[in-house]
């Protein structure tokens, strides 16, 4: 019998995983529900923490408990983005475990449904939820963070920065950004200084600023400006070093954070960093840590299979689910140490973001096909 050609073969198997049949709706329909109350349940509890955290800053400036619900209220949806791996291994266990229990399973492989293809309806669900998940971290999170850092820094520290403008205030002087240049390199630079009385005292220009790391900024072709004798005595230098009245969560809000970064963006940045010889590490490690996100869920995916399917006779299934609920949760808090790790060990940020949910996808097929 003559095979097919490779590419029809292909779109074959690619219309056979979309065809999907009512026994594979089912089992998808049951998984994605637990997995959507799993996600809300994780994302409503962290929230509980950071509101509860929040709640220490409340009393400096003009924070409020308000404003502490708010900044938590914003910062949900990124919080359901790190959430998501842990949230689909419960689900898929919470899912398929309640399929065990009532024997659907068994009734599902005795109609002649293998483990092969109860495990693809599960990992199928990453499509779609893995471009809703896409969508709003490109588009949903970066305003939504952004946000919430603006309001809290105007309750806290009479600041204010928007995507190209930045206004601060603090010991009678005000700071006006009005340009960042890269986004993280101020320019077009106003000061204004004011004395006890409420008249202006000085007033300093800049076109940019160097951020030293030990806070001070190196001013480039300065104008000072000082009211004496009601008249302007006017002073030019090529580079002025200037002690800004900035506490250090102000001077951090002149780099946008990089989980407040679309991926898109977030990628032309860091290559922007690395043609001007910036370190650019942090963002490097953000931007890994999103890409690595449907790694971790696959593989969160697939170690849930290890305990659903697992043949055991003297534990029951509900003890299964909640053994492997604990994995789970230790392999995500491993994920997270060693994604952090090259911050210490000055390793590769790619290689310490995706080296371990490869290893667990490894892992898990093996115990899988052994069992």
């Avoid at 003009?62 to 919080?79: E, F, G, I, N, S």
């Avoid at 499509?127 to 588009?139: M, N, Q, S, T, V």
């Avoid at 996808?361 to 096909?369: K, N, Q, S, T, V």
Wanted: net charge positive; aromatic share 10%; hydrophobic share 45%.
């Amino acid at each position: 019998m003559r095979r097919r050609p490779l590419p029809l073969r292909i779109l074959i198997r690619v219309l056979g995983i979309l065809a999907l049949s009512t026994a594979d709706r089912y089992i998808g329909w049951i998984i994605l529900r637990a997995y959507c109350l799993v996600a809300c349940a994780l994302t409503a509890l962290f929230s509980l923490l950071e509101f509860v955290e929040q709640l220490a800053s409340v009393g400096e400036g003009h924070y409020q408990v308000a404003d502490a619900a708010l900044y938590t209220l914003c910062t949900m949806p990124y919080r359901l983005l790190q959430v998501t791996p842990s949230a689909m291994l419960i689900g898929c266990l919470l899912g398929l475990g309640g399929l065990g229990r009532q024997s659907e399973l068994t009734a599902l492989r005795a109609a002649g449904m293998s483990e092969y293809r109860i495990g693809g309806t599960a990992i199928r669900l990453m499509i779609p939820i893995g471009l809703l998940l896409f969508l709003l971290a490109e588009y949903g999170i970066p305003i939504s963070q952004q946000f919430a850092q603006q309001e809290r820094s105007v309750a806290l520290y009479t600041s204010l920065r928007s995507e190209d403008d930045f206004w601060a205030y603090g010991d009678r002087q005000y700071l006006h950004v009005q340009h960042f240049e890269r986004r993280d390199i101020p320019t077009n630079i106003d000061v204004y200084e004011f004395n006890t009385d409420g008249t202006l005292a000085e007033y300093l220009h800049a076109d940019r600023a160097d951020i030293r790391p030990d806070g001070r900024w190196l001013l480039a072709n300065a104008t000072r400006k000082r009211l004496s004798g009601g008249s302007f005595q006017t002073e030019r230098e090529a580079a002025l070093m200037w002690q800004p009245f900035l506490s250090a969560s102000q001077t951090q809000l002149l780099r946008l954070p990089p989980d407040s970064m679309p991926p898109i963006a977030l990628y032309k940045y860091i290559r922007s960093l690395r043609q001007r010889h910036l370190q650019a590490l942090l963002y490097e490690q953000e931007f890994w840590m999103k890409v690595d996100l449907p790694f971790a869920t696959l593989a969160m995916i697939l170690i849930s299979f290890i305990f659903v399917f697992r043949p055991s006779r003297t534990q029951n299934t509900g003890s299964q689910i909640a053994i492997g609920a604990c994995f789970g949760v230790v392999c995500s808090l491993a994920q997270q140490i060693a994604g952090n790790l090259d911050l210490v060990l000055d390793l590769n940020p790619a290689v310490a973001a995706l080296a371990p949910s490869f290893l667990l996808m490894a892992l898990a097929i093996g115990f899988f096909r052994r069992s």
